[in-house]
């Protein structure tokens, strides 16, 4: 049978997924509620991939799949979502990868978001991270601020994606969406370009290299709230791969750049919900006390840790709280908790303590072969 892109891509929306994969050698692929399921019997051929990878790719997206190897860039479709899609070769054929991204941008109560952060939001100046590994829910968590924000506040927020996911309309707020590569060339200088424009708010789609982070840390210490994403889960891991990006003689320099002007991370994950219907959002989130910028300042992140679990008054909590919580209400299975903690033997013992968990888990040592998430 000859797949469409379009059957596929409805496909997707009606069974309520997230990525469509097209491989060849393998029918298509949803990814739904987390899981993948296929999407037809017949197998792809070289021609269905190329002939779909060519019904959605402009002309410019399919020269730089055959001068580099890949390409990535956001449509729409129909009135329905947008998607983000990425177009590859493997073994010497096209691949596509295509993300849902929807509509209409939900609000904090809906993805669980905490309201203490609400909060922070208001700072007028500083960097706020938004991390977790692909496919966790960071952009649409920063949709959702932006567009509180938006609702809220008379602001000039500047967002700089790569590609633009979700559209914002002007409300309170004027917003300005730029996209590397269609409307600059570049994250570091899109940042340099936005200070010239009146900004009140930045986004940084994604801090990728040291260039990007100094730029979105200059400004943020000129008197801007900037929003970041990093693919790290937790804060600790968060603030260590921000300072041993830079070289060891600028290490301390970022340290009290990152003391005086962090506000706050907040990291991420998703987790398939008990019932077998859609996923539920964990989060850590760690505000910047004048303790915690003294642990930052002094090279002691090891320390943050202990200062979330301490800081509950601040609205800060760890990931593994939260994964507890949700266990612990009969939001999630205990394995899909346990393979997402931080800190797995303690997140048993937490679970046993407070009478959870299956009857065979008994003590940490059931389950020492469990890995921690890994920082992407």
Same mark, same amino acid.
């Given at each position: $049978?000859?797949?469409e892109?379009?059957s596929?891509?409805? $496909?997707?929306? +009606?069974?309520?997924?997230s990525? /469509? @994969?097209? *491989?060849?050698? =393998?029918?298509?692929v949803?990814?739904?509620?987390?899981?993948?399921?296929?999407?037809?019997?017949?197998?792809?051929?070289?021609e269905?991939?190329?002939?779909? #990878?060519?019904?959605? *790719?402009? %002309? +410019?997206?399919?020269?730089e799949?055959?001068? %580099?190897?890949?390409?990535?860039f956001?449509?729409?479709?129909?009135?329905?979502?947008? &998607?983000?899609v990425?177009?590859?070769?493997?073994?010497?054929?096209?691949?596509?990868?295509?993300? /849902?991204?929807?509509?209409?941008?939900?609000?904090?109560?809906?993805?669980?978001?905490p309201?203490?952060?609400?909060?922070?939001?208001?700072?007028?100046?500083?960097?706020?991270?938004?991390?977790?590994?692909?496919?966790?829910?960071?952009?649409?968590?920063?949709?959702?601020?932006?567009d509180?924000? =938006?609702?809220?506040?008379? @602001?000039?927020?500047?967002?700089?994606?790569d590609?633009?996911?979700?559209? @914002?309309?002007h409300k309170?707020?004027?917003i300005?969406?730029?996209?590397?590569g %269609?409307?600059?060339p570049?994250?570091?200088?899109a940042?340099?370009?936005?200070?010239?424009?009146?900004?009140?708010?930045i986004?940084?789609?994604? #801090?990728?290299?040291?260039?990007?982070?100094?730029?979105a %840390?200059?400004?943020a210490e000129t008197?801007?709230l900037?929003?970041?994403t990093?693919?790290?889960?937790?804060?600790?891991r968060?603030?260590?791969?921000?300072? +041993?990006a830079?070289?060891?003689?600028q290490?301390?320099?970022?340290?009290?750049?990152?003391?005086?002007?962090?506000?706050?991370?907040?990291?991420?994950t998703?987790?398939?919900k !008990?019932?077998g219907?859609?996923?539920?959002?964990? &989060?850590?989130? #760690?505000?910047?006390?004048?303790?915690?910028? =003294?642990?930052?300042?002094? =090279?002691?992140s090891y320390?943050?840790?202990?200062?979330?679990?301490?800081?509950?008054?601040y609205? #800060?909590?760890?990931?593994?709280?939260?994964l507890?919580a949700?266990?612990l !209400?009969?939001?999630? !299975?205990?394995?899909d908790?346990? *393979?997402?903690?931080?800190?797995?033997?303690?997140?048993?013992?937490?679970?046993?303590?407070r009478?959870?968990?299956?009857?065979?888990i008994?003590?940490?040592?059931s389950?020492?072969?469990?890995?921690k998430?890994?920082?992407?």
């Amino acid at each position: $049978m000859a797949y469409e892109i379009v059957s596929l891509l409805r $496909m997707l929306i +009606d069974r309520d997924g997230s990525d /469509l @994969h097209l *491989a060849v050698g =393998n029918p298509p692929v949803g990814r739904v509620h987390g899981h993948l399921q296929f999407f037809g019997e017949s197998p792809l051929t070289p021609e269905d991939t190329e002939r779909l #990878m060519k019904s959605i *790719a402009s %002309v +410019d997206n399919q020269q730089e799949l055959q001068e %580099v190897g890949g390409s990535d860039f956001g449509f729409a479709f129909e009135d329905v979502a947008r &998607f983000r899609v990425s177009i590859f070769k493997q073994k010497g054929y096209v691949g596509l990868v295509l993300r /849902l991204i929807p509509n209409k941008i939900m609000t904090f109560e809906e993805i669980g978001l905490p309201q203490s952060l609400k909060q922070v939001l208001t700072l007028p100046r500083g960097l706020i991270l938004v991390t977790g590994p692909t496919g966790s829910g960071k952009t649409t968590s920063l949709a959702t601020m932006l567009d509180w924000l =938006n609702t809220e506040f008379d @602001h000039h927020i500047i967002t700089i994606e790569d590609p633009i996911e979700y559209y @914002h309309t002007h409300k309170k707020s004027i917003i300005t969406q730029r996209e590397v590569g %269609v409307d600059v060339p570049t994250f570091p200088e899109a940042i340099r370009r936005a200070l010239r424009q009146d900004p009140d708010i930045i986004l940084v789609g994604e #801090m990728r290299d040291l260039e990007t982070i100094e730029a979105a %840390v200059t400004a943020a210490e000129t008197g801007h709230l900037v929003f970041g994403t990093l693919h790290t889960t937790g804060a600790v891991r968060t603030i260590d791969r921000i300072i +041993d990006a830079f070289p060891t003689n600028q290490q301390e320099q970022i340290r009290t750049q990152l003391a005086g002007n962090l506000k706050a991370v907040i990291s991420q994950t998703l987790i398939p919900k !008990k019932s077998g219907f859609g996923r539920v959002a964990a &989060f850590e989130v #760690m505000i910047t006390t004048p303790a915690i910028q =003294n642990l930052i300042r002094e =090279n002691k992140s090891y320390r943050i840790t202990s200062a979330i679990q301490t800081g509950h008054k601040y609205g #800060m909590h760890l990931l593994d709280e939260h994964l507890t919580a949700l266990y612990l !209400k009969g939001i999630i !299975k205990f394995q899909d908790a346990l *393979a997402k903690a931080q800190q797995p033997d303690e997140f048993v013992q937490n679970i046993i303590a407070r009478g959870g968990g299956p009857e065979k888990i008994t003590s940490p040592v059931s389950v020492a072969g469990s890995q921690k998430q890994p920082a992407a």
